[in-house]
């Protein structure tokens, strides 16, 4: 492959990243905020209040897209100052990407499932929130091992 060809498909790459990060996000934050409605739907329903902290659980999911965009980012730097860019970057955007929507949509499911408990309960909202922390630990891992790829 000529290295026009090479660079290009590198920089396609991390915009790939971003779109399979933000596809991830969107079906992530779509779950986990269906599940927010409901939530509040039954608190409504019971005249109670619906707690605002459900927001959080919904908008978990959008860090990935961000992380994506930082990758993105960095692979376009790199592929600038390389001399002749190797099929690694070209690659990387591809895997990280689909590290990053797997991570925000399973951090969908399990914020949907955190809503759907504290907003029955109104306890136990820090615990939920360290489950969401661990799934998006391989969002950062994904972009960290990415970087250091680079």
Aim: aromatic share 8%; net charge positive.
């Amino acid at each position: 492959m000529n290295q026009e060809i090479m660079s290009q498909l590198a920089n396609a790459s991390g915009y790939l990243s971003v779109a399979l990060g933000a596809v991830g996000s969107a079906l992530g934050c779509g779950i986990a905020g269906m599940a927010a409605i409901g939530a509040w739907k039954k608190r409504y329903a019971q005249n109670k209040q619906a707690p605002f902290l459900l927001m959080v659980l919904a908008g978990a999911p959008l860090s990935q897209t961000i992380y994506a965009m930082v990758l993105m980012v960095l692979i376009k730097g790199k592929v600038a100052e390389a001399n002749a860019p190797c099929l690694m970057y070209a690659l990387m955007g591809l895997f990280a990407g689909i590290g990053f929507l797997a991570s925000a949509l399973l951090q969908g499911k399990a914020g949907a499932c955190a809503a759907d408990a504290f907003g029955e309960t109104d306890k136990g909202f820090a615990n939920y929130l360290m489950i969401l922390g661990i799934v998006e630990t391989v969002a950062l891992f994904t972009l960290v091992f990415g970087i250091m790829m680079l």
